[in-house]
């Protein structure tokens, strides 16, 4: 961030009056340009014993599977953002949303917010896609998942099934996905 | 946003290829300024039978009464972001904290990120406060209140006490509050 957005003025960097850290401020009409987390949204469409998972076709992690989400636009409730993200990227519809699982990615200034829901009729495949398919949990691609969220979401999904609960949980990503796919931390801010 | 925040450049309003809304973009440089929701973080201060509640000393809704809570930081957890603002706005620390309540305004572009926990030792005043105070059920100035969401979440707080259950909840605010203070919807953005 260079310049100001409403104005064009050089911006500089300074601790505004009644704050603790730096922010990008115009001298010129003195506007302060606040940088905060954006909102993932998703969904994880259930079918019976199934998941429904993308492999992705855009990068980051092109060519990996993962659950259908995507950032969260202004104007929309997360469970619309999340259907809309499930309808864009699976061309699936889903019922029956229940909030599931959120995430702090505080590295890259992210939180996930993820509904589970019943898959609704068929699925295809959106733009971003390379395909579409329902797995069992003997079938998942777990050392081809996209993403550590994606390994957590998988794991206690099929972990809850077997409870019949499920508690929303709030946590930063685990380190299960890194075992998996061979991950090193700190070469990949893609998360 | 009238100006490329990289390149200074003025922008246009167009749909990017592969889009399908209208977005800031750069001509010169290319980028396409996405602007996304903000996520606000805070905190219900629990005691015994009672809850902190912070009057306001700011703009909007100076005078009446809030939960501890603020805009989320680049670089913060969630929970991390709701202790920060618990600090900041009633100089008390909590332990103890729990998922509890989320709430999605889209016409302001907001998701509100609420925990419950336990006050631990005192509180105070901090500078965006007039007064903090503890408050029994009986004792909430529910005509003061300062938002819908807070509204909500006491009237929530209150009932699961009583059954000893405290689920996640998800939704847009109720029109509860707007009963409590006489709002008119559509003259007030600043939920």
Known sequence: MKYCSDCGAKLVEQIPANDDRLRYVCPQCEIIHYQNPKVVVGCLPVAGDKVLLCRRAIAPRMGYWTIPAG???NGETML??????????AAAEVCDEVLYRLFDIPHINQVYVFYRANLNGGFGIGPESLESALFSEADIPW???????????LTEFFADRKTGEYPVRVSTPSPLW????GWEPDTDKTL
């Open 80 to 89: 619309a953002g999340a259907l809309r993200e499930t309808r864009e990227e």
């Open 143 to 153: 050392s081809e998942l996209a993403f550590p969220i994606v390994t957590d979401v």
């Open 71 to 73: 950032f969260m636009e």
């Open 178 to 181: 890194a075992k998996h796919v």
